[in-house]
């Protein structure tokens, strides 16, 4: 059964849908989303079909969709959507302002490279074992979807570090105020220590819960674009180094080599 994997949002001067990209691949478009009121004759393949689909059926009229909607692809809902063809990753928003693209690309607008946005998707815990299925020691193999390259991560290993987390903020120096789901679970965010990025330089996994920080939203903002990140990284790497080489992933250039990680030079 697929699952919400982000919240997207698709605007422009004469549309506006909210909806949520799924883990199969399809894209949820919700009630009472305005549609382009008109289509152009660019518009081809899976967005016209499905677009003539909703307005034969009735379910979309005025513009306007009457119930919720799956798409067979991002492209599709976009296309739909605007009534011209469009790509679904470059059109698709996160929450965060990243095109759906981005998002699966694991980067972020400010650090392309280095980013990894949590999911925020409140996931069950029995399709997280069954859909994913164990950690292993293979490191994670580049997957391509819709022509945009990423690594998809392992969520029981997020989900371990998340119940080993202890609800709290890993930075011991952390003072943010912290806020609970509504599972009743402290909201705090996986961020890989080592990014997944440059997961091809070592030959274990590092997609495992010893690599994984829960960070509240603040430090985990904080940890990739603020000034106190070298400390924050170095305190983090100094609490996580010893289980980190168990799992033979080792550092030979140490806390220097991990900055540079993040864009630090030493
Ligand atoms: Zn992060
Ligand atoms: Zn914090």
New binding site residues.
Partial sequence: MAYKIVSIVFHGKHFYATGEYLSDGKVLIYKNSQFAKTIHDSLISGGRTERLYLENSGLLKNGILSQDYTFSSSSSAASAIAGHNRNGLLEFKTIEGLTLGEYLNGLTKEDKD?????SEADKDDEIIETYYGEITDVPPEEKTRDGVKFYPRNEKAKKIAMMQSGDVCALPTCKHPLFKRRSGRTYL????LI?ISVCKEFSSNIDIPENIVC?CPSC?RE??HGEEAERMISELYDERKEALEKKNIKLNGGLKQLLNYYGIKK
């Fill in positions: 280095k980013e990894e946005v949590p965010e996986a961020h890989h990014p960070l985990h940890i990739h």
